[in-house]
């Protein structure tokens, strides 16, 4: 196996999936996010997407999305393991080939899901 550098990675993109049943509890989480990093938010080290209510993309259900670089990995990692709730997360480096970082580097949190790849060239 060839080792692929980390420099590579651009950022990452945390996605927070709900569905009509769990709308509410996304949103929550949402504004909790918004207060527990709020001081990351306005420095622009974290990023909050919009909240989709439809799957988007290769995302197979509804989802907001953080975007994040190395520095917040840990830190967010941790922070989401211990409070998603009964949500699920999907998280992804961005190296610029989204096939393989959605399909081969993604990390889960709760449940996966199958994604949507043929969005992806896959």
Do not use: C
């Amino acid at each position: 196996m060839n080792a692929t550098d980390t420099r590579t990675i651009a950022d990452w993109h945390a996605h927070i999936y709900f569905d009509a049943a769990s709308r509410d509890a996304a949103w929550q989480l949402r504004l909790v996010i918004e207060q527990r990093f709020a001081s990351e938010l306005q420095g622009g080290a974290l990023r909050l997407g919009r909240f989709h209510e439809r799957p988007v993309g290769p995302h197979p259900m509804w989802s907001f999305q953080l975007g994040f670089g190395d520095e917040l990995l840990a830190p967010m990692l941790a922070w989401l393991a211990l409070n998603h709730g009964a949500l699920d997360v999907f998280m992804h480096p961005n190296t610029g080939n989204a096939l393989v970082d959605h399909r081969d580097s993604a990390v889960w949190i709760g449940r996966s899901h199958e994604l949507v790849l043929k969005s992806l060239g896959g």
